[in-house]
């Protein structure tokens, strides 16, 4: 999304539609710039953002988050996902939620 003044880069996600179901999308790599968080931009992005994955067609959104980022969670919460299991990422060893969010 992007300011209308001077058209900076607000924030940013991206879509995976789900291998094998077309009724779920994946979120991920959700960025919000640091100045419009926590206000009325932040909760119009997330409320842009689901208004076009249902606009998409989809029916579930997926995403995951780092649960040792505080500010992360929150926004995960407050954005209506319901975290459904934590793990491990043997990968990285960062302890992750899964999200799930019915739209």
């Known amino acids: 999304l992007y300011e209308k003044e001077e058209y900076n880069r607000i924030g940013e996600f991206t879509f995976s539609p789900m291998n094998g179901c077309c009724g779920i999308i994946i ?3 959700t960025w919000l710039d640091p100045k419009f968080r926590g206000g009325f931009a932040s909760d119009a992005f997330r409320k842009a953002k689901e208004d076009f994955a249902r606009h998409l067609g989809y029916s579930i959104m997926l995403a995951t988050t780092q649960m040792h980022n505080i500010p992360a969670v929150g926004n995960m919460m407050k954005s209506g ?3 459904v299991k934590t793990f491990s990422n043997k990968r ?3 302890l992750l939620g899964l999200g799930i969010k019915e739209l």
Do not use: D, F, L, P
């Open 27 to 29: 979120s991920s790599y």
């Open 81 to 83: 996902y319901k975290i």
């Open 92 to 94: 990285t060893g960062n």
